[in-house]
């Protein structure tokens, strides 16, 4: 039997890691930027952090390079200089993988597209709203011949999905409205609302119920294959069958928590997109033969992918701050093509010009993980 089917996914966590949220998450966003607890691979490593947090290990190039140009629909040509990627590991927190600036730009563009386009409007992804409003996924479908040869003629990921469903195909101002199961208890949202400030969270694959703590015991919808392909060519020791995507604004947390619903130990994956974050993991004294408890703090920035494996597949962790105005302004535009981009304004206009700049106070994160052995 895998070790985290002995774990209680109630159990409320250690109050040394409660303290370490809390502080993160009264800390000022000058004080992050020179807090020496912080681990910040922009920033580099202090002497005495990289005596704990080291390289460990590296992801070579190519395999970085194929898993992203097969999701992205083949290019002529990648569009970042070859570079081995480095994996670091904390000392505290064996098992613990961090891994800075794993998926390069335009992967980060096309993954977040693919997320919150077509994947999102596929109504057997639960959301966190429609607990309470039925969503419009009729209304998910505008015609491309909206805007005649904006992509010319040249096949993309982003021509493909102009003829695919996207909440992001209602204009912010439509009338368009979620209408409340129970009207007595809530009210109506428009699709501004809803995408805005709504919309907290949504489920790939294995649709975890959040009342009962497990997965239902019915078949689940198929993870998407071009997602999995992408997470398993990087992480082969794990196999995707269910995610989290979590979407964040300032101010918004994730409490601290424990994901161990699953049936399996394999390793969790977890990518960022967007806003930086602070993250923090650690173990209580419980966890860990009376020991001090450890935890640590690291500043997630996009593109940067967080692995727990092992003994860290059962720490506790959430993030106590979303930093904001900090999405590099490559990715801030979403879902408008940036200005700065050479795809941008072909044929003088931009499909979703209305919702320009959508991206740019958000964070983005992808959580996977396997659910059986």
């Given at each position: 039997?895998?070790?985290?089917?002995?774990?209680?996914?109630?159990?409320?966590?250690?109050?040394?890691?409660?303290?370490?949220?809390?502080?993160?998450?009264?800390?000022?966003?000058?004080?992050?930027?020179?807090?020496?607890?912080?681990?910040?691979?922009?920033?580099?490593?202090?002497?005495?952090?990289?005596?704990?947090?080291?390289?460990?290990?590296?992801?070579?190039?190519?395999?970085?390079?194929?898993?992203?140009?097969?999701?992205?629909?083949?290019?002529?040509?990648?569009?970042?200089?070859?570079?081995?990627?480095?994996?670091?590991?904390?000392?505290?927190?064996?098992?613990?993988?961090?891994?800075?600036?794993?998926?390069?730009?335009?992967?980060?563009?096309?993954?977040?597209?693919?997320?919150?386009?077509?994947?999102?409007?596929?109504?057997?992804?639960?959301?966190?709203?429609?607990?309470?409003?039925?969503?419009?996924?009729?209304?998910?479908?505008?015609?491309?011949?909206?805007?005649?040869?904006?992509?010319?003629?040249?096949?993309?990921?982003?021509?493909?999905?102009?003829h695919n469903p996207s909440f992001f195909?209602?204009?912010?101002?439509?009338?368009?409205?979620?209408?409340?199961?129970?009207?007595?208890?809530?009210?109506?949202?428009?699709?501004?609302?809803?995408?805005?400030?709504?919309?907290?969270?949504?489920?790939?694959?294995?649709?975890?119920?959040?009342?009962?703590?497990?997965?239902?015991?019915?078949?689940?919808?198929?993870?998407?294959?071009?997602?999995?392909?992408?997470?398993?060519?990087?992480?082969?020791?794990?196999?995707?069958?269910?995610?989290?995507?979590?979407?964040?604004?300032?101010?918004?947390?994730?409490?601290?928590?424990?994901?161990?619903?699953?049936?399996s130990d394999k390793g969790l994956i977890?990518?960022?997109?967007?806003?930086?974050?602070?993250?923090?993991?650690?173990?209580?004294?419980?966890?860990?033969?009376?020991?001090?408890?450890?935890?640590?703090?690291?500043?997630?920035?996009?593109?940067?992918?967080?692995?727990?494996?092992?003994?860290?597949?059962?720490?506790?962790?959430?993030?106590?701050?979303?930093?904001?105005?900090?999405?590099?302004?490559?990715?801030?535009?979403?879902?408008?093509?940036?200005?700065?981009?050479?795809?941008?304004?072909?044929?003088?206009?931009?499909?979703?010009?209305?919702?320009?700049?959508?991206?740019?106070?958000?964070?983005?994160?992808?959580?996977?993980?396997?659910?059986?052995?």
């Amino acid at each position: 039997m895998a070790k985290i089917q002995a774990l209680d996914a109630r159990q409320k966590p250690p109050d040394s890691v409660k303290a370490s949220y809390k502080f993160y998450q009264k800390l000022s966003l000058e004080a992050i930027s020179t807090d020496p607890a912080i681990i910040d691979f922009s920033r580099g490593l202090s002497t005495d952090q990289a005596k704990n947090c080291k390289r460990v290990s590296q992801i070579p190039d190519d395999t970085v390079r194929l898993a992203c140009l097969q999701f992205s629909h083949p290019r002529s040509e990648a569009s970042w200089p070859p570079r081995d990627i480095a994996v670091f590991e904390h000392g505290q927190i064996p098992g613990l993988f961090l891994i800075p600036s794993l998926i390069p730009q335009q992967t980060q563009q096309d993954l977040l597209s693919r997320l919150l386009h077509e994947t999102l409007a596929d109504k057997r992804h639960k959301t966190n709203v429609n607990a309470h409003h039925r969503l419009p996924y009729h209304a998910t479908h505008r015609a491309s011949s909206t805007v005649p040869g904006l992509w010319g003629d040249a096949p993309t990921l982003e021509s493909s999905l102009l003829h695919n469903p996207s909440f992001f195909n209602v204009f912010p101002e439509s009338p368009q409205l979620l209408l409340p199961l129970d009207p007595s208890t809530h009210e109506a949202i428009t699709i501004s609302q809803f995408l805005r400030r709504k919309l907290r969270w949504f489920t790939l694959g294995g649709q975890y119920d959040w009342t009962e703590k497990a997965y239902p015991k019915e078949s689940s919808p198929p993870f998407p294959e071009d997602i999995a392909d992408l997470a398993h060519s990087i992480f082969p020791e794990m196999r995707p069958e269910a995610a989290i995507v979590n979407i964040y604004s300032p101010g918004d947390t994730l409490s601290v928590h424990r994901d161990v619903s699953e049936e399996s130990d394999k390793g969790l994956i977890s990518i960022s997109l967007g806003c930086d974050c602070i993250f923090i993991a650690g173990f209580g004294n419980e966890d860990d033969d009376g020991k001090d408890p450890a935890y640590l703090a690291v500043r997630l920035r996009s593109g940067d992918a967080v692995y727990m494996s092992g003994k860290a597949r059962f720490a506790w962790h959430g993030v106590p701050q979303v930093i904001p105005k900090t999405c590099p302004l490559w990715l801030s535009e979403w879902p408008a093509t940036s200005r700065h981009s050479t795809n941008s304004q072909r044929g003088g206009m931009d499909f979703y010009e209305s919702w320009r700049g959508w991206m740019s106070d958000k964070r983005v994160n992808l959580n996977i993980r396997q659910i059986k052995d």
